[in-house]
């Protein structure tokens, strides 16, 4: 395995990075949330994005508060949980998380894979968070998994007034340019380090003031650890990954992404 202090360093210079997506009140890190968390700064990681539930939003918060200096949280409704909470119950702790700090909505969207929840009430249940995203002004983090039309159709409805990003984004580009077209932001996980991975020249396409990356943990572990429980200091291999396939320096780009993360959820200290 490599250590998470040997992926860090890009020839002389540490990087600087974020992991704009992380599930750390997962109970995948019950037992050692702070070890991770520790083994996240040595990496370089400046900036954690923690996704909440609007279920149990007190799992995120309590995570970010207890590295307030490092780690943020979101609070949401996932398509597979759309059918697991009243919907105006759901909106009213996202907007009372809102009020406590949480960064961003989400993780919300749509997934026509698993289909946990009909699809008519994923698409009320997105719809009412991409509302209280236009009324807060505040970001949303979205899935989209087998429903590249329909999500772009309700970015496209949902119009200026919201901002967002396509979490663990795959493809298809077409959906990437939609939310490109409004204002949106793209980012990659540890999928594209995977052997199956193809589409380099979607992860070409996404200009660099709108380009992220993420760990998704306890999910999509990189190579060479795919399959075990990924964590936030394992991003930099997602990064190097990115930056390989764009012909960048990965220690510029991990400036880049950790200004786009900064900027996009507001979370910047200075």
Known sequence: MTSAGSAATGGDAPLRFADSHCHLADAAFADDADAVVARARDAGVARIIVIGEAARPERAHDVAVRHGDIAWWTCGVHPHEAAAIPLAQAIEATRSALARG??????????????????????????????????????????????????????????????????????????????????????????????????????RAIPEDRLLVESDSPYLAPVPDRGKRNEPAWVARTLRAVAAVRGDDVSRLGAVVLANTERLFGVSVG
């Open 102 to 203: 949480a960064c961003a909505i989400g993780e919300c969207g749509l997934d026509y894979f698993y289909d946990h929840a009909p699809r008519p009430l994923q698409r009320t249940v997105f719809e009412a968070q991409l509302a209280l995203a236009a009324d807060s002004g505040r970001p949303v983090v979205v899935h989209s998994r087998n429903a590249a039309d329909d999500t772009a159709a309700m970015i496209r409805a949902a119009g200026p007034a919201v901002r967002g990003v396509l979490h663990c984004h795959t493809g298809p580009i077409e959906l990437a340019m939609v939310a490109l077209e409004h204002g949106w932001s793209c980012s990659f996980a540890g999928v594209v380090t995977f052997k199956s991975w193809t589409d380099d020249a979607l992860i």
